[in-house]
C-alpha cells in the first residue's frame, strides 16, 4: 500500500517506519497533525497480517485523534504507534519496549504516548526507561475520567431525548463491566437510575449487582435491555442493523470506539428517533486526564473540561438538526473544520518563511 493514497491519509505530517535490529522491533508512528502542542495517541501491539494492514490501523487511529483531540477542545495533534507483534520479538519483551521508548524519545517530547491495545502498564514503564514522553504512570486515572465523560454523555443525551438531564428513574444498559462500565455503572446508581448490565466477568457482576443493584442481562440481550439508555462499555462494533433495531431506548451513549460498524448506520438511529452521542466526544475524558497528567493542571480544571464534553455534544445534537444530518455526520464535520482552523492557524505565513529561508 502506498501511504499517500490511503484512504485515512489525509495530508498525515509525518509517518515513521522503524526497525531496532537487536531486539527485532517493527514500529510505525504516525503523527496526523503536529501543531503548537505535542501530538498524543496509545502505542499499540498487534499480529498484524502484513504491512499494509499496520500502515492502514496507524493511519486511521492517528487521525480519529486528532478528531477525539479537537471535540475534547484541546490544541494536541492526533497520533499513534503500532508495533508489529512478532513471537521472536516477544521473547524478551522488556527489552523490545524499552527499544520501543528510544524510538518514541527521538521525537523529543513531540509525541506522548502510552497504553493502548495489547499493552499493559508494566510495557509503558519499560519505555519508560528510555524515555519521559510516556503517560499513564503518573497519579492520574484515565478510565476514572473517561466513566465521568460518559455520564456527562449520557445526560446529554438524555436532556436532548427527554428535556431534562435528571437520571433519577431512567433505566441505563450498560454493556461491560470493566473499569470505565464499572464507573458508570456506579455513577448512574448514584443519580438514581435503574443498572442493567452483561458482562462475561462473572466476578464484575457479582460486585455491580451487591453494589449497584445490578440488574443482570445476557450478554447477547444487553443492547434489547428495556432501557432508557444503552451505553456500550465493552467492545466496538456493536451497532449494526439488527442491533439498532432491537434498541428500546432513545439514547446511545458508551466509551466504546468505533460503536457503528459503518458511520452510515447513523442515518437508521436518527430514523428511529434514538440521540446517538458520538463515540469520540463520549469516551474523551481518558484523554483528558492523560492532558492533566502531561500539563499537571488541578482536579478542579478536570473537572470543568469533563464538564464540557456536554456542551460539544449539546453543539453535535443541534448542528445535526439544523443541517439534516445524523449526529456522527455533524461531529465529523464540527471535528473536521475545527482540524482545518488549527491547520491554517499553525501555517507559517509565506512572507514569514520568505524571510526566514533567506
Ligand atoms: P476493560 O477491558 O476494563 O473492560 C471491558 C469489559 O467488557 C470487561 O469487563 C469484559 O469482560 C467485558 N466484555 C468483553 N466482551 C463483552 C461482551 N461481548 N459483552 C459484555 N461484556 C463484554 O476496558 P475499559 O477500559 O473499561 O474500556 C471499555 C471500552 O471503552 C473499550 O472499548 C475501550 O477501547 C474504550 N475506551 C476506554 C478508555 C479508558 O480510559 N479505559 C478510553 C476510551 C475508550
Known amino acids: 500500500m502506498s501511504v499517500f493514497s490511503a484512504p485515512d491519509f489525509d495530508h498525515h505530517e509525518r509517518v515513521i517506519f522503524h526497525h531496532d535490529q537487536a531486539t527485532g522491533l517493527r514500529a510505525m508512528v504516525a503523527i496526523h497533525r503536529d501543531w503548537t502542542l505535542p501530538s498524543v495517541g496509545g502505542t499499540r501491539l498487534r499480529a498484524y497480517t502484513s504491512e499494509d494492514e499496520a500502515i492502514a490501523d496507524v493511519l486511521k487511529l492517528s487521525r480519529g485523534?486528532?478528531?477525539?483531540?479537537?471535540?475534547?477542545?484541546?490544541?494536541?495533534?492526533?497520533?499513534?504507534?503500532?508495533?508489529?507483534?512478532?513471537?521472536?520479538?516477544?521473547?524478551?519483551?522488556?527489552?523490545?519496549?524499552?527499544?520501543?521508548?528510544?524510538?518514541?524519545?527521538?521525537?523529543?517530547?513531540?509525541?506522548?504516548?502510552?497504553?493502548?491495545?495489547?499493552?499493559?502498564?508494566?510495557?509503558?514503564?519499560?519505555?519508560?526507561?528510555?524515555?519521559?514522553?510516556?503517560?499513564?504512570?503518573?497519579?492520574?486515572?484515565?478510565?476514572?475520567?473517561?466513566?465521568?465523560?460518559?455520564?456527562?454523555?449520557?445526560?446529554?443525551?438524555?436532556?436532548?431525548?427527554?428535556?431534562?438531564?435528571?437520571?433519577?428513574?431512567?433505566?441505563?444498559?450498560?454493556?461491560?463491566?470493566?473499569?470505565?462500565?464499572?464507573?458508570?455503572?456506579?455513577?448512574?446508581?448514584?443519580?438514581?437510575?435503574?443498572?442493567?448490565?452483561?458482562?462475561?466477568?462473572?466476578?464484575?457482576?457479582?460486585h455491580a449487582r451487591e453494589h449497584y443493584g445490578v440488574e443482570v442481562m445476557p450478554v447477547d440481550r444487553i443492547h434489547a435491555a428495556e432501557a432508557d439508555v444503552f451505553c456500550p462499555c465493552a467492545v466496538g462494533g456493536v451497532l449494526d442493523e439488527t442491533t439498532i433495531g432491537e434498541l428500546k431506548g432513545r439514547v446511545v451513549a458508551g466509551a466504546a470506539n468505533n460503536q457503528l460498524t459503518d458511520v452510515a448506520l447513523g442515518s437508521a438511529l436518527k430514523a428511529r428517533d434514538i440521540v446517538y452521542a458520538p463515540d469520540y466526544i463520549a469516551n474523551g475524558g481518558g484523554l483528558l486526564a492523560v492532558v492533566q497528567e502531561i500539563e499537571g493542571f488541578s482536579d478542579t480544571e478536570l473537572d470543568r473540561r469533563l464538564a464540557h464534553i456536554g456542551e460539544t455534544l449539546d453543539e453535535v445534537f443541534r448542528d445535526a438538526e439544523s443541517h439534516g444530518l445524523t449526529t456522527a455526520e455533524a461531529a465529523d464535520r464540527i471535528a473536521a473544520a475545527r482540524i482545518a482552523a488549527l491547520d491554517e492557524r499553525t501555517e507559517m505565513p509565506a512572507s514569514e518563511a520568505t524571510r526566514k529561508a533567506s
Do not use: W
Open 65 to 206: 485523534m486528532s478528531y477525539k483531540c479537537v471535540m475534547a477542545g484541546v490544541e494536541y495533534g492526533g497520533a499513534k504507534a503500532v508495533i508489529m507483534a512478532d513471537d521472536d520479538a516477544l521473547r524478551d519483551r522488556e527489552a523490545l519496549f524499552e527499544a520501543m521508548g528510544a524510538f518514541v524519545d527521538r521525537f523529543r517530547g513531540r509525541f506522548y504516548t502510552g497504553v493502548d491495545f495489547g499493552l499493559s502498564v508494566d510495557d509503558v514503564r519499560a519505555m519508560h526507561h528510555r524515555t519521559d514522553y510516556v503517560c499513564g504512570l503518573g497519579h492520574s486515572d484515565p478510565a476514572a475520567a473517561t466513566s465521568r465523560g460518559v455520564v456527562t454523555a449520557i445526560r446529554a443525551g438524555v436532556r436532548r431525548a427527554f428535556g431534562s438531564d435528571d437520571l433519577s428513574g431512567l433505566r441505563v444498559a450498560v454493556q461491560g463491566l470493566g473499569k470505565v462500565g464499572m464507573g458508570v455503572a456506579r455513577l448512574v446508581h448514584a443519580a438514581g437510575a435503574r443498572v442493567l448490565a452483561a458482562d462475561t466477568n462473572a466476578e464484575a457482576l457479582a
